[in-house]
């Protein structure tokens, strides 16, 4: 249960923050990148905790596979101990890379992000463009080359 409603929390997260504070006009608090970065602290805060708790219930397991006396219940707490172990190394890197990700949050300063001025192209060479253009319905894309007069 905390695994599904912890990855939809996780996933919604990511998308916010990689989407709103470019968006943002720097004075709703929602769209700020240190409300983001808590956010994203606490999500990765859970999943070091889940991490942890994957971890001891691995080595219970594998305790336990240990101790058993038939084969099938062997294989049963092997297959348990590898799951867990699988589970703890998973959270354990998103949860690290979830802190980072806040810090460099944390740390980045929210300026006004207007989406750059693209009416020369991409790449702009003494006065020759390369520009990308894309057709949804037609499904085809285009570079084309453009002279400066």
Do not use: C
Request: charged share 25%; aromatic share 8%.
């Amino acid at each position: 249960m905390f695994y599904r409603i912890g990855t939809g929390l996780i996933a919604m997260a990511l998308l916010l923050s990689a989407t709103m504070p470019a968006q943002a006009a720097g004075k709703d608090f929602l769209l700020r990148s240190k409300f983001h970065g808590a956010l994203m602290l606490g999500l990765g805060g859970l999943m070091i905790k889940g991490a942890i708790d994957a971890k001891k219930e691995a080595n219970d397991a594998y305790a336990l596979y240990k101790q058993a006396g038939t084969s099938s219940s062997a294989r049963d707490l092997y297959d348990s101990s590898k799951r867990h172990d699988t589970r703890a190394a998973m959270l354990g890197v998103l949860g690290g890379v979830a802190i980072l990700y806040s810090v460099h949050l944390f740390i980045k300063e929210d300026a006004d992000l207007s989406p750059p001025k693209m009416d020369r192209g991409i790449v702009n060479i003494k006065g020759v463009a390369l520009d990308v253009k894309g057709d949804v319905f037609q499904r085809k894309m285009q570079v084309q080359l453009k002279k400066g007069f």
